[in-house]
């Protein structure tokens, strides 16, 4: 199989030998951390144009500015929020390929914020499902591995057997239910909000002969994910695990491990994570009408071994001593909040996009930990070592 990605971007090829044709793709939410990789790849590699759409655009201005980069013409920015703006429907109609990544996706946020969550995962994806259904669009929507969310093996007795056995815990696109907790467990909005809108638009498909592509990425990780708190983000807020623990790591606090950080998951590089989405967007007849698992069955840990290897790892990469304490256990109560429930193991099936698209994922956790900590490292150390010597105002 013809790899596109290793070809010069003139002389790209599908995954058959067919030349591909440059795009132009309206990508909502270009500027959060999936979308900047993306938006990384697309400039330096391939000859697509992006008309990027979001609130922010911190994450892609170096590829925004100076008016001399390579791909200058290629990448423009809108700002603009979905919820509210009528230029909506006009880009997507100038484009060939809508991609939406727009969404609020920090579990903080689930049982805190669960309309927001609910608004911002279903009610605001509707029209942009719409103007591509109307407009004969083809559309790249991004799901998550949330809407498994918790494994059958979960439900068997603690000593039974069969809680090793396969059959019991791996995600399948096809065949797997989705099992979430009680309406009071306000943790599953995300999830809810995500299945729904995967009802739609592969009813949109079925009904309305919509051309539409499903990615469930299981645990993406890398540079430029969410925010250091009190640097570039609220002092309050909670981001997803990497950027808590790469936190703890820059202020030498002990890592906070919630529920005694018993929970598995398998966390792939963001970098290969993006190569499958290339494939996807480059090989629509391959991709059309699918939903793909994207993640790294290789790469399991429960988040207790996560902390013990990003401390072995930031150690290298700092020079620095781990923490004296370099754990502690809290409550998803304390951490959290009411209403927060976890999903407890997340291996992903790798069938279908091994058939369809000849992806795997090549970087080991170590890998990418190490990679992605001398980023952490550089971009915030000296950061946070201004903040902390601030003065705390009375
Ligand atoms: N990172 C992961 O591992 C992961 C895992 C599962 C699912 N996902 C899904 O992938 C998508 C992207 O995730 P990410 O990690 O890049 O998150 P992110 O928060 O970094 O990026 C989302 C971007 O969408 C923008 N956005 C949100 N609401 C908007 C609105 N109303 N109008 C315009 N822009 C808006 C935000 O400003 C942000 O820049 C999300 O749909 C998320 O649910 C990500
Ligand atoms: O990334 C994904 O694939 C999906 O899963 C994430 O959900 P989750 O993995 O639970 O979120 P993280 O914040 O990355 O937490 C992972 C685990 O670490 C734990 N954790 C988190 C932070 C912390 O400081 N300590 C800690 O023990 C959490 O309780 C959870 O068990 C988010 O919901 C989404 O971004 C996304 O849809």
Redesign the pocket.
């Known amino acids: 199989m013809a790899s596109s990605a290793s070809v010069g971007a003139s002389a790209r090829v599908d995954l058959d030998g067919n030349p591909i044709k440059p795009l132009t793709i309206c990508m909502?939410?270009?500027?959060?951390?999936?979308?900047s990789h993306l938006c990384e790849k697309l400039m330096s590699e391939t000859q697509h144009k992006v008309l990027a759409?979001?609130?922010?655009n911190d994450?892609i201005k170096h590829l925004l500015e100076p008016d001399n980069l390579p791909w200058h013409g290629r990448i423009t920015f809108h700002r603009?929020?979905?919820?509210h703006d009528s230029r909506l429907e006009g880009l997507i109609k100038m484009s060939d390929l809508t991609i939406?990544?727009?969404?609020?996706?920090?579990p903080a946020d689930y049982n805190t914020r669960p309309l927001d969550t609910i608004y911002?995962?279903f009610i605001?994806a509707l029209p942009v499902v719409k103007y591509c259904s109307e407009n004969n669009k083809r559309l790249i929507h991004?799901?998550?591995?949330?809407v498994y969310g918790k494994t059958i093996g979960s439900f068997l007795p603690k000593d039974s057997p069969l809680r090793q056995d396969p059959a019991y815990y791996v995600l399948k696109e096809d065949e797997s239910p989705c099992i979430f907790g009680s309406i009071e467990k306000q943790r599953w909005s995300?999830a809810c909000a995500?299945q729904l809108i995967e009802r739609l638009i592969y009813a949109e498909g079925a009904e309305n002969g919509m051309e539409f592509t499903i990615?469930?990425?299981?645990?993406?990780?890398g540079p430029r994910?969410?925010f250091i708190p009190g640097v570039d983000g609220p002092s309050e807020g909670v981001p997803?695990v990497l950027a808590c623990f790469s936190n703890n790591l820059l202020r030498g606090q002990p890592l906070k491990l919630v529920d005694g950080g018993q929970s598995q998951r398998t966390f792939v590089y963001i970098k290969d994570a993006i190569e499958a989405v290339t494939l996807m967007i480059e090989n629509p007849a391959r991709a059309n009408g699918h939903i793909f698992n994207v993640g790294n069955p290789n790469n399991e840990v429960t988040v207790r071994q996560l902390a013990e290897m990003m401390i072995k790892v930031y150690s290298k990469v700092s020079g620095e001593q781990p923490p004296e304490t370099p754990t502690i256990d809290v409550s998803s109560k304390e951490f959290y909040g009411e209403g927060y429930d976890d999903s407890d193991k997340r291996i992903p099936d790798m069938t279908t996009i091994n058939r369809q698209l000849g992806w795997n994922p090549k970087t080991s956790l170590w890998d990418l930990l190490e990679s992605t900590l001398t980023y952490q490292h550089r971009t915030y150390a000296e950061a946070i070592k201004k903040v902390i010597a601030k003065p705390v105002a009375s």
């Not at 990615?215 to 990780?221: A, D, L, M, Q, S």
């Open positions: 909502i939410g270009a500027g959060g951390f999936i979308g759409l979001d609130v922010y994450k603009l929020n979905i919820k939406n990544l727009a969404a609020i996706c920090t911002s995962n605001d991004f799901s998550t591995c949330e995300y995500k990615v469930r990425p299981f645990n993406w990780i994910m969410d997803r």
